[in-house]
């Protein structure tokens, strides 16, 4: 069964303060995806990577950037938290399999509180 | 317009109900479609995919209609752990590639 381990399931941080999302994925996954999920707006992508050290902007890539330095690894950057980036943001990766790719599979989330 | 429609309920019903959701999308070189269930405050999980012909796992049934871009869950004999949010994904064409679009979600309550 394929794994998607979000580094923390809840965390609190201060507005100013960078933050490190980590995401970390055992199935040798080409795809990697970051997404937001709010109330009344669902999941909304920030960032995805198709391979290592490939990335390209979603819907929402503002005040965040990403970094995929490793097949495994997908980490989410918020350069100066803000208020409005307190949400729940879900991991995601999937595979290609002769150009046809599989459907998502998530971490469990993290929910981020910015004060 | 968002690229993936759907209606975000509730839908109420009782034990043992049918009940059917559907999902519209606008961009019609969209390949790929599934069905995810989320549970309230964890991660969406993948339900069951949808094909072109149709298909079936148990109580639920997928449909997709290309001419209409329209797809459908049907939920047989309703259980109240059917209880959650369904999120309709479409994989829609983006730089060159299919990535996946998810709709708000349609909410399902089933009481005895």
């Known amino acids: 069964d394929v794994k998607v381990t979000q580094s923390s399931r809840y965390l609190v941080k201060r507005t100013g303060e960078k933050v490190f999302l980590e995401c970390v994925q055992d199935?040798?996954?080409?795809?990697m995806f970051w997404y937001r999920q709010d109330p009344g707006l669902g999941l909304r992508l920030i960032y995805f990577?198709?391979?290592?050290?490939?990335?390209e902007k979603g819907d929402i890539p503002e005040g965040y950037s990403v970094s995929r330095e490793k097949k495994e690894r997908f980490s989410l950057i918020l350069e100066s938290a803000s208020t409005n980036q307190t949400s729940m943001y879900l991991c995601?990766?999937?595979?290609?399999?002769?150009?046809?790719?599989?459907?998502?599979?998530f971490g469990n989330g993290t929910r981020l509180t910015v004060t | 317009r968002k690229e993936v429609e759907q209606d975000p309920g509730p839908f109420n019903v009782p034990e043992g109900a049918t009940v059917a959701f559907n999902c519209t999308y606008s961009n019609s070189a969209s390949q790929s479609f599934f069905w995810y269930r989320q549970d309230c405050r964890k991660e969406p999980k993948l339900l069951m995919s949808v094909y072109s012909s149709g298909n079936e796992d148990g109580r639920f049934t997928a449909q997709l209609n290309r001419a209409s871009q329209y797809i459908s869950l049907l939920i047989r004999d309703s259980k109240l752990s059917d209880s959650a949010t369904y999120l309709c994904v479409v994989n829609t064409l983006m730089g060159g590639s299919y990535i996946p679009t998810f709709g708000r979600g349609t909410s399902l309550i089933v009481h005895p």
């Open positions: 990577s198709y391979d290592v050290k490939m990335k």
């Open positions: 995601a990766s999937r595979t290609l399999t002769a150009g046809v790719e599989s459907p998502l599979h």
């Open positions: 199935m040798d996954h080409e795809n």
